[in-house]
């Protein structure tokens, strides 16, 4: 039987889906203006996962050295004791939750802890830093429909990788570039750019925000300035000045790009004809990627491709824009107001000087351990307290746990979710029944708050989602009798210039910071870049064996010291990890590239050797800051 339902996965095609739970198959929907009949690898083999022989199916309790079957009464009772002994300090209990799992009603676990007055973490190891530099210079975080993509004469791609992030952004790219649009690709490389890209600018990591400012010098120099456009910001004397101050071939330097290349650029963006520029997820990994991203939509904004159509800038949109909350409905606890925050990507440090100390801890939708920085650090610190994972399999994260619950996993439970790329509500209907004993976490955290001394009552399902809708002014019944529904936002974001902020104006960034000098000990860069085929750290446990794999130019430093045929350690200033090295070509000759979520349990956890470190806006997670060096030993 075909069921019409969705992708969950953290990711911004958020496909809708036919499943075929007789045959086990996954496809694209045909009837979607989005998905159009296909979907990535991700979501096509997602079966593989939920029929993995090493799923946790059963709750399990941790007893001696290791964990043993439960009945969700004794594991549920067991969290419940556990829980309300430590409500009398609210803040000694910690729920972390991350986007594994997200939707209206994947706010669950969000909201109930918040009725228990508990902590909380801050920060972002994803996207918020660059969301905060678009709400700094657009007011407000909108973009262009993605078919209007078909519109522009030109695209500058900056830094995604398409062929592994969006299949069907790459594939409205195809499109276009079928009826004459060209695209230029900046990146590091060692990417799928050169692809879907008629032109390829290599640049070193990080330091996209000189290339765009070397691009705004030549728009000065040749007086190539729209002055209706200039009135449409608040500050321009303010980049003018600044920009002024500058000198192109310095800022070529600083990015490693030859003058000509940033010439050609600039030649992109000055052409008769539209330019959409489409922002890579990975340039805001760095201590100054906000920066980054606002100098590039300066670009876009100075080169009058703002508010036009076959223009705009893309990063992204919130996946829950057009949803409200259903935090009202719930009955019991303590009515939301401030809450302790711990910063997410120094948790290890921050569980260590917590006063009061953390005594419990809920995690959920996030393998939490592997995917932040310092990793032996949390996980150090994740076993004081008593620890609840919800999670379906005996990852990194799992392993620290006290008690292990099993969730349902996409296909298998209810939910509504949105889209940070385009403007589609799906339905993620049940398409096969949860297996064994696994169960939603909204029907887990219902049960739990039922078990409580002082109860905290979740509403049913279906009033949640019928809250969460009013907002999109979207039904229910139509979602379940359609699959989807179009939310209408604006085709063209900020149409005849005109902003979010109060004064519709335009913010320019006031200030270019310099990057920090290499370190002769660690003289290369670190990319843990995003995988292909599976999601983070959703990868099999088979596919995890041996050392794991890094890549370089021929043309690094390293290359030509190494002994490859002995063992060669990845190592930073915090450790050292054993890797296999290949070369690749057309990769920054600074630059190590190696693919993210191995788990550390098999020596393939890049986080346990990087350190944590801020972006420079929203508490982001400074990743690809991190330096290293490649060593025989």
């Known amino acids: 039987m075909k069921t019409i339902t969705a992708c969950t996965m953290d990711c911004g095609d958020a496909c809708s889906l036919l499943v075929d739970d007789e045959k086990r198959t996954v496809r694209g929907n045909p009837k979607h203006p989005f998905t159009k009949g296909f979907c990535c690898k991700k979501g096509g083999r997602y079966f593989e996962r939920l029929d993995a022989d090493e799923r946790v199916t059963e709750p ?46 994947g706010m669950a676990s969000t909201h109930f802890f918040e009725r228990l007055g508990s902590s909380t973490t801050y920060g972002c190891v994803c996207d918020d830093t660059g969301i905060e530099a678009c709400l700094r210079d657009f007011g407000a975080l909108h973009h262009n429909d993605p078919e209007d993509i078909l519109n522009s004469d030109r695209v500058v791609n900056w830094g995604r990788d398409l062929t592994r992030s969006s299949v069907h952004q790459l594939a409205l790219l195809k499109r276009a570039r079928k009826n004459g649009t060209e695209v230029l690709s900046i990146s590091p490389g060692g990417d799928g750019t050169p692809e879907f890209s008629d032109v390829n600018v290599v640049i070193r990591p990080g330091t996209d925000r000189f290339l765009a400012a070397a691009v705004l010098k030549l728009f000065l120099e040749a007086g190539d300035l729209n002055p209706w456009v200039l009135t449409r910001t608040a500050n321009w004397p303010a980049l003018r000045g600044l920009v002024d101050g500058l000198k192109f071939r310095e800022l070529c330097a600083a990015c490693e790009v030859p003058p000509a290349d940033a010439e050609m650029v600039y030649e992109w963006y000055a052409d008769r004809g539209n330019v959409a520029t489409v922002i890579g997820w990975g340039l805001q990994r760095h201590v100054f990627g906000g920066e980054n991203v606002r100098f590039i939509n300066a670009v876009a904004m100075v080169s009058g491709n703002v508010g036009v159509r076959g223009g705009g800038a893309y990063f992204n949109i919130s996946s829950a824009r057009n949803f409200g909350s259903w935090a009202h409905l719930i009955e019991g606890g303590v009515e939301p107001g401030e809450r302790r925050r711990l910063l997410l990507q120094d948790l290890g440090a921050e569980l260590r000087r917590a006063d009061p100390p953390v005594r419990f801890a809920w995690i959920d ?9 310092d990793s032996l650090a949390v996980a150090d610190a994740l076993a004081a307290p008593f620890t609840v994972v919800v999670d379906g399999f005996m990852n990194d994260t799992a392993m620290r746990a006290d008690v292990i619950l099993p969730p349902a ?31 939603s976490d909204f029907e887990v955290l219902a049960d739990l708050g039922s078990r409580l001394r002082e109860p905290v009552r979740l509403p049913d399902q279906e009033a949640c989602l019928r809250e969460g809708l009013k907002h999109s002014n979207v039904s229910l019944d139509e979602l379940r009798e359609n699959g989807f529904a179009k939310v209408n936002h604006p085709f063209v974001a900020f149409e005849n210039m005109v902003f979010g902020h109060l004064d519709g104006l335009y913010r320019f960034p006031e200030a270019l910071h310099s990057e920090p000098e290499r370190d002769p000990d660690y003289p290369l860069q670190l990319l843990t870049v995003v995988r292909g085929e599976f999601l983070h750290s959703q990868i099999p446990e088979s596919e995890q064996r041996g050392v794991p794999l890094v890549w370089i130019s021929k043309a690094n430093p390293a290359y030509s010291v190494l002994d490859l045929s002995a063992d060669v350690y ?23 590239l190696m693919r993210r979520g191995g788990w550390m349990k098999y020596g393939h956890g890049a ?17 690809y800051s991190q330096t290293c060096r490649l060593e025989n030993r």
């Open 409 to 439: 996993l996409m296909f298998e439970r209810l939910d509504v979710l949105g889209s940070c790329v385009h403007n589609y509500v799906n339905l993620c209907a049940p398409a096969v029944a949860p297996r064994d004993q696994a169960r």
């Open 570 to 592: 990845l190592t930073t200033g915090l450790g050292a990890m054993q890797v296999r090295v290949e070369t690749l070509d057309g990769l920054h000759p600074r630059a190590v």
């Open 607 to 623: 986080n346990v050797i990087i350190r944590p470190m801020n972006t420079d806006m929203a508490f982001g997670t400074a990743y």
């Open 60 to 105: 399990l309790v941790r007893r001696g050295g290791g964990f043993a079957p439960a009945s969700w009464d004794e594991a549920l009772g067991l969290v419940a004791d556990k829980l309300d002994a430590a409500r009398a300090v609210p803040e000694s209990i910690l729920h972390v939750h991350g986007h594994g799992y997200r939707g209206i009603l």
């Open 365 to 373: 939708g996030h393998n939490v351990i592997n995917q932040v920085p």
